[in-house]
């Protein structure tokens, strides 16, 4: 036996990387956002390694810091003293101006939550991002041992973020709004015309699309568009953007709209996913 | 044990690229560690050490990657297979041509994920994004092959010091 494995080592090295993908791809979920329930192996190995990524996000954000006082710090030069007073005085006004910061974020989201006290929310902290450049992932750890589902919404003061994708024990994918497969149901808080808003994952920003929207319905550059509620994921009025370009299609039955997501994903640090309303 | 510290090794270098792209605020741009290391283990290694020690990081490779199941590494097995062919004319030394093979890889490695979506989820529009984020792809993974090639020659030298002689085969 162990000879028959010698002999044909490489074509069984082979057949392991052609049928590892295969298999993937047999397994894999129906197109969209959600997936079904891991098996309890897959689940802890995967939280072990989103919890080594978690140390590693707070190590990396931990240099940063330390980088951004030492250059801050590093142009007095006369006497040793004051240099050190100087260094020192600086690493606290960083310090502060960070802890500040997260103040007016921690405030912003406090008040999300007193302007819809109907949303049962559980805050979530971004740990990483996906590692390719086509799809639009945020990596969350929760804060809390709530168990999350796929699709939940998640949120931030500013508007939506995205739905749950995959949930492993207290780690969670978000599929953002400007990612391909982000679907949500959407309506113009000006008329309520409504459409679908679709991610573009475009190269350089994080606009989306407004499928379906008739030709009919009068938008404007400029348009607030909120959650509709139809698609039974989000709650209704939660801003999702601004239309950012209208161009009537020549052809068709639909227009083609470009939004503007209200969210600046550049600069997440925590969210709140809805586990529930009221 | 070299591949065990690869393993290690390629592994950190992914959890640090998903934490440093949300540490930046970077969600466009990626450094596609995932092919590096494919394109690394496929000409610094013989067939099977290189294929047992990337199917040990396919899996961790698709958790991160976060894409439709498969897709992603599909494409880092294909860029395995052809860095493989690649090997025996490139030279010793991680350097300029690895970087090129890493960069042409990329190229193939959306080649082989168009394809598969061509055929098993015609209407995505994953399609479009990727159209648009090929030349990010291109330049992420040029600007990163050297210095992951380089720490994980670094790894290897350590562990193994025969093996940063280059390889001079004659006759």
Excluded: C
């Amino acid at each position: 036996m162990l000879d028959l494995l010698e002999k044909h080592r490489r074509k069984l090295v082979a057949l392991l990387l052609v049928l590892m993908p295969v298999a993937a791809l047999g397994l894999r979920d129906e197109p969209g956002i959600g997936t079904e329930e891991s098996p309890v192996v897959v689940e802890w190995t995967r939280g072990g390694t989103y919890a080594t990524l978690a140390a590693t996000h707070t190590s990396l954000a931990w240099i940063g810091e330390i980088w951004n006082s030492i250059a801050a710090g590093g142009s007095a030069d006369e006497i040793e003293r004051l240099e050190k007073e100087v260094a020192r005085l600086q690493e606290e006004k960083s310090r502060l101006i960070g802890v500040l910061q997260e103040n007016s974020r921690l405030r912003e989201l406090v008040g999300f939550k007193q302007q819809h006290p109907e949303y049962e929310l559980v805050p979530a902290r971004v740990i990483g991002r996906d590692i390719t450049p086509y799809f639009r992932v945020l990596k969350l750890r929760l804060k809390s041992s709530v168990k999350l589902e796929p699709r939940m919404p998640v949120v931030v003061a500013d508007g939506v973020v995205g739905q749950i994708h995959e949930v492993q024990g207290h780690y969670a994918d978000v599929i953002i709004v400007s990612d391909p497969r982000s679907r949500i149901d959407a309506v113009n808080q000006r008329n309520r015309a409504s459409g679908i808003v679709q991610g573009l994952g475009h190269e350089r920003d994080y606009l989306a699309r407004i499928a379906y929207l008739s030709q009919k319905d009068e938008v404007r550059k400029g348009d607030v568009m909120v959650t509709g509620g139809m698609d039974r994921v989000f709650p209704k009025e939660l801003i999702i953007g601004r239309v950012a370009e209208v161009a009537r299609a020549k052809r068709g039955l639909f227009q083609e709209v470009k939004l503007e997501p209200s969210v600046d994903f550049s600069r997440l640090d925590e969210v709140f996913v809805i586990t529930g309303a009221e | 044990m070299k591949n065990l510290a690869t393993i290690v090794v390629g592994l950190a270098l992914l959890l640090v690229e998903s934490a440093l792209l949300e540490v930046l605020g970077l969600t466009q741009v990626s450094f596609q560690t995932s092919i590096i290391l494919a394109v690394y283990l496929g000409t610094r290694r013989d067939f099977v050490d290189g294929g047992l020690t990337l199917a040990a990081l396919l899996v961790p490779i698709e958790w991160l990657a976060s894409g439709p199941g498969g897709f992603h590494m599909l494409g880092v097995s294909a860029v395995f297979f052809v860095s493989q062919v690649a090997r025996a004319s490139i030279q010793g030394v991680w350097g300029f041509a690895h970087v090129l093979l890493a960069v042409l890889a990329t190229a193939l490695h959306m080649l082989v994920m168009a394809v598969a979506m061509l055929l098993l989820m015609p209407d995505t529009v994953i399609l479009t994004s990727m159209a648009w984020s090929s030349g990010l792809a291109l330049l992420g993974v040029a600007v990163a092959a050297w210095p992951v090639g380089a720490l994980l020659s670094k790894v290897d030298a350590a562990l193994d010091p025969g093996s940063q002689t280059g390889r001079l085969e004659m006759g």
